[in-house]
């Protein structure tokens, strides 16, 4: 059983559509983030909740909109994608926030944007 | 200048080797250090987490964390073809929720 599970693994979309990935976590954790990784592998936080509620939010284009219906699902909609959006997505999770709190991190989603 | 700082690589070893991995940040005030193992195509997987100043061991991974010079290293003793990946340093920077990335360093060991 997945512990960190996001869908699609893959997207591959045109500029200017909007889309959706998903990420819900089976491990009861209170924590959840949203990274992006580039080309050149460096993976940089986007967002992060703790309980539903939006605790980091870090320079993101509000075409960016995280959603989060409760702690163990954060779903990211991403309007009129650009060609720059092109990269990995990770979701992760971790126990509670804090320094020492351990990030468990999903599979990925692939995005494209032709 | 990044928040933390690695050396893209690729650092190569024979089989049976060291590696040693290094990461410099920025923030005197960083609170945790972790060392993450990233393959190609798949998901950061944490190999080790530090705290304090000195050396925590696990199997044939050891962590150094030098607080004073602002770094963090990662030895791999008896290096494996399969620890060939790429090795990513995080930092929390005395944020509740907010780690930082270096952009990894790719190793690779070579049978």
């Known amino acids: 059983d997945t512990a960190v599970s996001q869908t699609p693994k893959y997207l591959v979309t045109q500029m200017g559509n909007d889309k959706s990935i998903k990420c819900e976590q089976n491990?009861?954790?209170?924590?959840m983030y949203w990274y992006k990784q580039d080309s050149k592998k460096f993976l940089k936080i986007m967002f992060s909740?703790?309980?539903?509620?939006?605790?980091i939010n870090e320079t993101v284009p509000n075409r960016f909109s995280p959603k989060s219906p409760d702690k163990a699902h954060l779903n990211l909609h991403i309007n009129s994608l650009e060609l720059g959006d092109s990269a990995v997505y990770f979701c992760?999770?971790?126990?509670?926030?804090?320094?020492?709190?351990?990030?468990?991190f999903g599979a990925g989603t692939r995005l494209s944007v032709l | 200048q990044k928040e933390v700082e690695q050396n893209s690589g690729p650092l190569s070893v024979p089989e049976g080797a060291i590696a040693s991995l290094n990461c410099t940040y920025s923030?005197?005030?960083?609170?945790?250090f972790f060392w993450y193992r990233q393959y190609s195509g798949k998901s950061p997987e944490l190999i080790m987490s530090?705290?304090?100043?000195g050396d925590k061991e696990d199997g044939r991974f050891t962590a150094q964390l030098n607080k004073a010079s602002q770094y963090v290293s990662l030895l791999i003793r008896d290096s494996q073809p399969s620890d060939s990946a790429t090795y990513l340093c995080?930092?929390?920077?005395?944020?509740?929720?907010?780690?930082?990335f270096g952009s990894g360093t790719k190793l690779n060991v070579k049978p």
């Open positions: 992760a999770s971790s126990q509670a926030g804090g320094p020492k709190n351990i990030q468990y």
């Open positions: 491990l009861g954790h209170d924590t």
């Open positions: 909740y703790n309980n539903k509620e939006l605790i």
């Open positions: 923030d005197r005030g960083s609170q945790s």
């Open positions: 530090i705290y304090s100043n």
């Open positions: 995080a930092v929390n920077m005395n944020n509740f929720n907010k780690f930082y």
